[in-house]
């Protein structure tokens, strides 16, 4: 590994705090960002409605989206201002190994749904479809499947939570931001898991009114993925620094 490369250890609440901090930027800027956001959920639904192939770029560009996320949180903290044009700053820093980083997730999200299917989820068959009552009525007794499905994608997404703007903000090597994930993973276990339990209860309280609670969570999300990397990494390289 890169020894120029230093991974600070917070504390679990901090988990919480990069969230309030992601709030503090939103608030700076909130149309600016749901804009962004806005603009992110349009392109990856239209990918996803084009048969065949849209689904698989869809998740080859997660990791270049939020990369572009990460260096617009970077700009905004250093006095810039928020535009549209900054969702595909992504494209711009490193996009050949963040093509990779979302080619490898979505293997492995396609090998967890072959586990899942492997362990009894009922799975539609060449020339079978399902209505919503029937794959409910199919699916009781398996729910423990999806919890597993649900548990490995999160456990696989957090691993390599920090790999966009590593990769982005670095220049690294796709092997070499996600080694980098990981070990700040585990080295931030507490914190993470901190942040993953916050930012699902803050999900579900912004359904609750017609759904417009998320015009402000996933803001958050998006930047929040910029301020956990800020802490862990860029706080132990300044506390390094002579």
Known sequence: MDTSIKVAEVRASRGVSWLTQAFGLFRQKPFAWIGLCSGWLVITFGLIVVPFIGGVMANLLWPVFFASFAI??????????????????????NFRALLQLGAILLIVEIAIFALMALLGLPVAGEGDSFTLNEYVEALQGKEWILLIGFSLSVMVKGALWFAPPLIALHNMSTAHAMRWSLYAALANLGAMVVYGVTLLLIFFAGLVPWFLGLLVVIPMMVISTYIGYKEVFEAAQADTAP
């Open 72 to 93: 617009t949180a970077l700009r905004q903290m250093a006095g810039e201002p928020v535009v549209m044009g900054d969702l595909f700053l992504g494209f711009k820093h």
